[in-house]
């Protein structure tokens, strides 16, 4: 069973910065990605950004020049660090790993941005 712990959630005003991380339970490298969700009060989860094996990147056109992904395999640890940030991201932010056809996810932490 594998487990994903996110941290470093918090409220925030908008223009400021946070960094989230997610901390696995095995070893990083063996997952072919791992990469973030969010999810808005009645909205939908939504993609964030991803990070694979090889070190490539994907963002969400909304957070394209303001999120950073990054992976430190050392620690088995992957970080969100967010800019610029805006009312509008606010959310739970939810880390997600694959390994193959497996998905498994964190529990998540809570991003307020006020404005």
């Known amino acids: 069973q594998v487990q994903l712990v996110e941290s470093g959630g918090g409220l925030v005003q908008a223009g400021g910065s946070l960094r989230l991380s997610c901390a696995a339970s095995r070893s990083i490298s063996s997952f072919n990605a791992m990469g973030w969700y969010r999810q808005a009060p009645g909205k939908q989860r939504e993609f964030v950004a991803t990070?694979?094996?090889?070190?490539?990147?994907n963002y969400a056109d909304s957070v394209k020049g303001r999120f950073t992904i990054s992976r430190d395999n050392a620690k088995n640890t992957v970080y969100l660090q967010m800019n610029s940030l805006k009312p509008e991201d606010t959310a739970v932010y939810y880390c997600?790993?694959?390994?193959?056809?497996?998905?498994?996810w964190g529990q998540g932490t809570q991003v307020t941005v006020s404005s």
């Open positions: 990070i694979t094996g090889g070190e490539s990147t």
């Open positions: 997600r790993a694959v390994r193959v056809i497996q998905i498994y």
